[in-house]
């Protein structure tokens, strides 16, 4: 005990170092303690991850708070301290620091959250994570096509929030709007295409219509914005090959791609009963045989 005590005097400034360390690692294990008590009794699951990071970011902020208290010596130092720090690490550790800005932006403003489908810088996915550094996303589309997932997991820098624009599909209103166009043969029955057509659409999309009138109308009462119809919507245009019909319908934003399979499935259907009323158009060539021309050859000399 001697020695350490005559070591202590002699290296004050390395035994300060050291007690410092062990009180952070004794910080940490408490966060992590903390967390493994909330994974193994919370069994909600939105519940027990808003409750970790409670506890992660709780712990960061106790962390940086025991420092300057620690190396300025008094509490009451703290203004200073935390001045000089910023100064010293504003430069070098400028990324960082607005990646924990922008965690915090994130979780006060509500930007997103875990569940969301949201693009951020040309990447598009499902938000399954967000910690203080990075967002964490399941990506969706690149090589697939429409709304698949590509199976590669994304970390993108929080800070990225405060240098784009964000697109979420899912905040405030879970539903996109979407079209799917039909050419139309100028022999068809004008008029029972455009019945089948709305008849089917109304069918299929009338849990979406329903739902997202209601939560249309919280999204008019909280933002200015004008009223939209939500109701499937049909127009015509006149081509030179065909006539098209241009179908506009909203639709829950994670089940896009299979209503539009089941729309030109039910269409595609309904069309074949009309036994020839209605017929698709497509691009197509005719080729036209050129008739024989006979060629005789007399001899002038004769």
């Not at 990075?134 to 820098?157: A, F, H």
């Not at 799917?180 to 849990?207: F, R, W």
Request: glycine share 4%; aromatic share 12%; hydrophobic share 45%.
């Amino acid at each position: 005990m001697d020695k350490i005590k005559t070591w202590i005097v002699e290296h004050p400034t390395t035994y300060s170092i050291v007690k410092y360390l062990l009180l952070v690692v004794f910080v940490l294990i408490l966060i992590q303690l903390a967390r493994r008590f909330l994974r193994k009794q919370v069994t909600d699951t939105v519940a027990r991850y808003k409750s970790q990071k409670g506890i992660e970011i709780l712990g960061y902020v106790i962390l940086i708070l025991l420092t300057f208290s620690y190396f300025s010596g008094n509490i009451k130092d703290l203004t200073l301290a935390i001045g000089l720090f910023t100064a010293g690490i504003a430069i070098t550790l400028q990324e960082l620091i607005l990646s924990i800005a922008g965690s915090l932006y994130i979780f006060i403003v509500k930007v997103y959250k875990p569940g969301d489908r949201i693009e951020i810088n040309g990447i598009k996915g499902d938000v399954i994570d967000v910690d203080s550094i990075y967002t964490t996303m399941m990506e969706i589309g690149q090589w697939v096509s429409s709304d698949n997932y590509s199976g590669r997991i994304v970390k993108l820098s929080n800070a990225f929030v405060f240098k784009g624009p964000i697109y979420n599909y899912s905040q405030d209103f879970p539903f996109i709007w979407d079209e799917l166009n039909l050419p139309v043969t100028y022999g068809s029955d004008k008029e029972i295409a455009k019945s089948l057509i709305i008849k089917i659409a109304s069918n299929i999309l009338s849990e979406f219509t329903a739902k997202s009138k209601s939560q249309w109308k919280s999204v008019v009462n909280k933002y200015y914005i004008e009223d939209a119809l939500v109701d499937p919507t049909l127009a015509i245009t006149l081509t030179d090959n065909w006539i098209q019909f241009n179908l506009r319908y909203i639709v829950d934003y994670k089940r896009r791609r299979s209503t539009k399979h089941l729309l030109y499935d039910e269409i595609h259907k309904a069309i074949k009963k009309t036994k020839g009323k209605v017929s698709l158009a497509s691009a197509t060539l005719e080729l036209i045989k050129i008739p024989e021309i006979n060629v005789e050859l007399t001899n002038k000399a004769e």
